[in-house]
């Protein structure tokens, strides 16, 4: 799942902030709600936001954690339909809006620029369809080593709070504690402050492949 960000990295996204001004935000900042119309998307200059959907009993159900150089909120604003998922700031952090005029401006500068958003946005409905795979028919640990796996950077950190994968893989935060730690222990993982180490990732793949 890795493959993406080798082939399309963060900083490609770049084209999009230009010289514009960031928009400062701070922890618990709502930056857009579900079902409300989707007028521009984000680059994410610094920090950590969250997107989650949240249904009519207040349920809620976690589907990403963008870390600087991301885009987000960037599929409603293409379908012109309204947003299926809210956006959280988790940290204090950068977002430069992206309306239309911005973006036929930067195409216009660098016109391989429309492919690579054509790849992000196959990639993220491909995403998207594994997570429903994985919460319908996959067993709890299959799912945290493919989240562990999908969300870790190059360094193979993974920078989310024990609390925010159990939410993204649809487990309790007791059993996600007690699996990580399994995994620790035979040295797979190494578990750290608001994050955990990848060690052995060949190992986790494995997890992934039974």
Known sequence: MNDFYLTLPLERWRAFAGERPAV???PGHLIYLQ???ATCFYYL???RVKSFIQSEDGAERVLNVYRAGSLFGEASFFDKLPRVSSAV?????????IDRELVKQAVARDPELAMDMLQYLART???LSEQLDDMAFRPVQWRLARFLLSGADRSGAVRCTQEEIAASISASR????????QLARAGLVE????GVQLKNRSALEKLCQN
């Open 174 to 181: 007791v059993t996600v504690s007690r699996l990580l730690n």
């Open 89 to 97: 700031a988790l940290t204090a952090c950068e977002l430069v809006p």
């Open 125 to 127: 409905v491909r995403l």
């Open 24 to 26: 400062r935000c701070s």
């Open 45 to 47: 200059k610094g920090g």
């Open 35 to 37: 079902d409300t119309e």
């Open 191 to 194: 578990l750290q402050y608001r």
